[in-house]
């Protein structure tokens, strides 16, 4: 009975063909559905196709970015060091000489590693199926897509020699950086024509493909050395190098060309925004370009480097201070250096340019600039005592009330109750215009807290106000881009120079930067002291979630803030802390080959040079700030 049930041999082999007639039939249909419409992707053109290329450089020569598809001339693997094609087949594809386009073998271990770890931990594409893919295939992930790489690659191997294949694929590969192929590859990062390549080099290159932001030897030298350490292992594993070789190209960083595009990490919060840019320029643009800006990479070191050792502080962690901004201007708004936040491949929120928070004391300039207006000064008397408008009644930091004091000591101070009073005498509206009239675009609630800053503003549109004061009151735009060179070397755009109009009467001016140099000099910025004439203001907002400082000196505008993203408290920071601190490490190393100026002389000749002439000479008088 049992016997029975068993199948016989001849049954057995009739399953066989059968189900080998279908797999057949099915597979062809396969090959039938997906390979009908097939040659409609191979087309060479379209292929070739690539993003205009935007390089972005800094006022003082150095390649900041480049955005944007950057190819190099097409190269034949046989004119390559034999190291070079080799590395990329020893990391890539070991079997690429053996195989016909798809590794059987490589794809049936790549299975086993991937269930033994749970996880896919290895790929089995060839260099023939990744040609494939970066020839004419889109990247979506489907099973649909992946029989058409299959058999894309089998037409490869059909229509190339192996030589021809890897040299197509060594022009095609993406490399990072917006850099496809391996003579864009060497000279971008290397500055070397391909043909001359060390071997290290090669490693460096073959290591990319893989994750080339994260192995990218301009942002991360010691990953990229890891990876080309495994490169070279692997071409020792493979008998393309000798042992001693492999010992002799091990490192632990990566050493790229000095003229490779390296702004520090950071620029990037700088270059996108300028980006961002472009098109209100050139409107749209479809040929490769260079934007020249008036960032500086010297300062631009500097600034990132503040802000990095700052943030990066005990004192910053205790504090509970997790993010920091700056930004310096010159003081015609030419953009100089910016930091958009403590780590740009973290967090691309720029908290310069997109971040709104309530500015604090640092508002407090428009209130005094309107009082000035209307023909207050700074040596007038106000009492501080207890005020109240509407029910509201502000209170200074320290909770007390300190009594008769001029304008000039109350802005030192920072006393909240005297600049409240200030604004209600002048007018609400009156502050929002002299706001308004000094760049600030957001909008401002007329409501007596105002005067508290309590309206969230950008730092650089408050950085942009400082610096209308630090020029002697002509209204400016922070700006950027100086010029834009198309194709050909045709200038697309370039920036015209001066000032735009006066907006501050120079008395008011000087008078309202006599009150800043006070601040520094004995009031709540002694933290921030230089060692030639400036002046500023410190900020700080309720339960201490924002803390700013905004200064200046003859030459240079900068403003910081500090807090955190999601608006929690840090640990009593205030503007006169950390952020002075900052501010003043930025400064002064910004400043070690300025001469020293004073701020009144400065200002006065910027006024003759837009053609007014010496006749308000008493301006100057007001710039105390300075020898």
């Known amino acids: 009975m049992l016997l029975a049930l068993v199948p016989r041999p001849m049954m057995i082999a009739r399953i066989m063909v059968v189900l080998a007639i279908w797999s057949v039939v099915l597979c062809g249909g396969l090959v039938a559905y997906y390979g009908y419409d097939l040659t409609s992707k191979i087309d060479f053109d379209v292929a070739t196709q690539r993003k205009p290329l935007v390089r972005i450089m800094s006022v003082d020569g150095v390649n900041l970015a480049n955005y944007g598809d950057r190819y190099g001339s097409p190269v034949e693997v046989g004119d390559l060091p034999d190291y070079v094609g080799q590395a990329f087949v020893s990391i890539e594809d070991r079997r690429f000489y053996q195989h016909f386009g798809i590794d059987v073998i490589g794809i049936a271990r790549a299975f086993v590693k991937n269930i033994w770890r749970g996880r896919i931990a290895e790929g089995g594409s060839t260099i023939t199926q990744q040609l494939a893919k970066n020839l004419f295939l889109s990247p979506e992930r489907s099973y649909g897509r992946k029989v058409e790489e299959v058999l894309l690659s089998l037409w490869l191997e059909i229509k190339f020699s192996k030589r021809?294949?890897?040299?197509?694929?060594?022009?095609?590969?993406?490399?990072?950086?917006?850099?496809?192929?391996?003579?864009?590859?060497?000279?971008?990062?290397?500055?070397?024509?391909?043909?001359?390549?060390?071997?290290?080099?090669?490693?460096?290159?073959?290591?990319?493909?893989?994750?080339?932001?994260?192995?990218?030897?301009?942002?991360?030298?010691?990953?990229?050395?890891?990876?080309?350490?495994?490169?070279?292992?692997?071409?020792?594993?493979?008998?393309?190098?000798?042992?001693?070789?492999?010992?002799?190209?091990?490192?632990?960083?990566?050493?790229?060309?000095?003229?490779?595009?390296?702004?520090?990490?950071?620029?990037?919060?700088?270059?996108?925004?300028?980006?961002?840019?472009?098109?209100?320029?050139?409107?749209?643009?479809?040929?490769?370009?260079?934007?020249?800006?008036?960032?500086?990479?010297?300062?631009?070191?500097?600034?990132?480097?503040?802000?990095?050792?700052?943030?990066?502080?005990?004192?910053?962690?205790?504090?509970?201070?997790?993010?920091?901004?700056?930004?310096?201007?010159?003081?015609?708004?030419?953009?100089?250096?910016?930091?958009?936040?403590?780590?740009?491949?973290?967090?691309?929120?720029?908290?310069?340019?997109?971040?709104?928070?309530?500015?604090?004391?640092?508002?407090?300039?428009?209130?005094?600039?309107?009082?000035?207006?209307?023909?207050?000064?700074?040596?007038?008397?106000?009492?501080?005592?207890?005020?109240?408008?509407?029910?509201?009644?502000?209170?200074?930091?320290?909770?007390?009330?300190?009594?008769?004091?001029?304008?000039?000591?109350?802005?030192?101070?920072?006393?909240?109750?005297?600049?409240?009073?200030?604004?209600?005498?002048?007018?609400?509206?009156?502050?929002?215009?002299?706001?308004?009239?000094?760049?600030?675009?957001?909008?401002?609630?007329?409501?007596?807290?105002?005067?508290?800053?309590?309206?969230?503003?950008?730092?650089?549109?408050?950085t942009n106000a400082y610096a209308v004061v630090s020029n002697g009151g002509f209204n400016i735009i922070p700006h950027a881009i100086s010029k834009i060179v198309g194709q050909d070397g045709k200038v697309l755009y370039e920036r015209e120079g001066g000032y735009l109009t006066r907006v501050l009467n120079p008395v008011t001016a000087g008078e309202m930067n006599n009150m800043l140099a006070a601040v520094m000099a004995k009031g709540t910025g002694k933290n921030a002291l230089l060692d030639r004439p400036a002046a500023g203001k410190t900020g700080t907002t309720s339960d201490y979630r924002d803390a700013w400082f905004v200064g200046y000196t003859a030459d240079l505008v900068a403003g910081v803030w500090m807090g955190n993203d999601n608006g929690s408290p840090m640990e009593e920071v205030t503007g006169g802390g950390l952020p002075a601190e900052m501010w003043k490490s930025f400064m002064l190393h910004a400043h070690q080959d300025m001469p020293v100026r004073s701020l009144g002389k400065a200002a006065l000749m910027r006024a003759i040079r837009m053609g007014e002439d010496d006749s308000w000479k008493k301006f100057n008088s007001g710039f105390s700030g300075g020898r």
């Open 164 to 462: 021809q294949i890897l040299s197509l694929y060594l022009n095609r590969i993406y490399f990072g950086s917006g850099v496809y192929g391996i003579d864009a590859a060497a000279r971008q990062y290397f500055g070397v024509d391909p043909r001359r390549l060390s071997l290290y080099q090669a490693a460096v290159l073959a290591g990319l493909p893989k994750a080339p932001s994260r192995y990218n030897p301009l942002v991360s030298p010691s990953e990229a050395a890891k990876r080309a350490n495994q490169v070279i292992v692997a071409m020792r594993d493979t008998g393309v190098i000798t042992r001693q070789q492999a010992e002799a190209n091990q490192f632990d960083t990566v050493s790229t060309s000095s003229a490779a595009a390296r702004g520090g990490p950071n620029v990037r919060y700088f270059t996108d925004w300028i980006l961002d840019r472009v098109t209100d320029y050139v409107g749209y643009h479809d040929q490769d370009m260079v934007v020249y800006t008036t960032l500086d990479s010297n300062l631009q070191a500097s600034a990132e480097d503040a802000v990095k050792r700052v943030l990066g502080s005990k004192e910053a962690s205790r504090r509970r201070v997790s993010q920091g901004a700056l930004v310096a201007m010159t003081p015609d708004g030419s953009v100089r250096a910016m930091v958009g936040g403590k780590n740009f491949f973290q967090s691309q929120y720029n908290r310069v340019t997109q971040a709104k928070r309530q500015p604090g004391s640092v508002f407090k300039l428009f209130v005094y600039l309107a009082a000035l207006e209307d023909d207050m000064r700074a040596d007038d008397w106000m009492r501080d005592e207890p005020y109240s408008v509407n029910g509201w009644s502000p209170r200074n930091f320290d909770r007390q009330h300190h009594g008769t004091m001029s304008l000039r000591d109350a802005v030192a101070s920072s006393n909240n109750v005297i600049a409240v009073e200030v604004a209600m005498k002048t007018g609400l509206d009156h502050v929002i215009d002299m706001a308004h009239k000094l760049g600030v675009s957001s909008n401002l609630p007329a409501e007596p807290s105002l005067a508290l800053g309590t309206s969230e503003v950008t730092l650089l549109e408050m």
